[in-house]
């Protein structure tokens, strides 16, 4: 059972809600990338892609705890990340020109947290707590709309590959091919 853990400096949150608690209320399922999800939103309107027709736009609820972690993967559209619940979640986002940025969720907005952040279609991207045996509930905005036929999971060896200036993220954010 994993309970939030008191705000650094902040007072005791005692009696909040346990991620179990979150999996079982909200209906959550294992995701392939790592963590637990349910799909709370589907356009009902429709767009025409270069990759076939697709909901105008999805959201999820998003939830890690313990020490699982999100695998680097990408997807062909923008993704809106929004902090609802526990501690902070780390987003870190390599662009297709090799760049790496680290988004902040939380709510220690002081502190260079943020309740919202993005990610642009073709990067890749996976998330980590900041503190392992906490948890943190998001929610993830996809529009044109999510679909697993333009999800891709990141091969360690191909990134170690492409982003060797990466390579410490790549290994933590990744999973060894079995």
């Given at each position: 059972?994993?309970?939030?853990?008191?705000?650094?400096?902040?007072?005791?949150?005692?009696?909040?809600?346990?991620?179990?608690?979150?999996?079982?209320?909200?209906?959550?399922?294992?995701?392939?990338?790592?963590?637990?999800?349910?799909?709370?939103?589907?356009?009902?309107?429709?767009?025409?892609?270069?990759r076939g027709e697709r909901?105008?736009?999805?959201?999820?609820?998003?939830?890690?705890?313990?020490?699982?972690?999100?695998?680097?993967?990408?997807?062909?559209?923008?993704?809106?990340?929004?902090?609802?619940?526990?501690?902070?979640?780390?987003?870190?986002?390599?662009?297709?020109?090799?760049?790496?940025?680290?988004?902040?969720?939380?709510?220690?907005?002081?502190?260079?947290?943020?309740?919202?952040?993005?990610?642009?279609?073709?990067?890749?991207?996976?998330?980590?707590?900041?503190?392992?045996?906490?948890?943190?509930?998001?929610?993830?905005?996809?529009?044109?709309?999510?679909?697993?036929?333009?999800?891709?999971?990141?091969?360690?060896?191909?990134?170690?590959?492409?982003?060797?200036?990466?390579?410490?993220?790549?290994?933590?954010?990744?999973?060894?091919?079995?």
């Amino acid at each position: 059972m994993v309970r939030i853990r008191p705000a650094p400096g902040g007072t005791d949150r005692e009696g909040t809600v346990t991620s179990e608690e979150l999996i079982v209320h909200l209906g959550l399922e294992r995701h392939p990338e790592g963590g637990w999800y349910r799909q709370t939103y589907l356009a009902a309107k429709k767009v025409h892609t270069a990759r076939g027709e697709r909901a105008a736009s999805t959201a999820i609820y998003f939830l890690l705890s313990g020490n699982e972690f999100s695998a680097l993967h990408r997807i062909q559209s923008d993704e809106v990340w929004h902090f609802y619940a526990g501690d902070t979640l780390i987003v870190s986002v390599i662009h297709p020109d090799g760049r790496h940025e680290d988004l902040l969720l939380g709510q220690s907005l002081p502190a260079g947290e943020t309740l919202q952040g993005w990610v642009p279609a073709g990067a890749w991207f996976g998330a980590r707590l900041k503190w392992p045996g906490t948890y943190a509930l998001v929610g993830c905005t996809v529009a044109p709309g999510f679909d697993f036929a333009d999800f891709e999971m990141g091969n360690r060896e191909a990134l170690l590959r492409q982003f060797p200036q990466h390579s410490d993220l790549v290994t933590k954010l990744t999973r060894q091919e079995s």
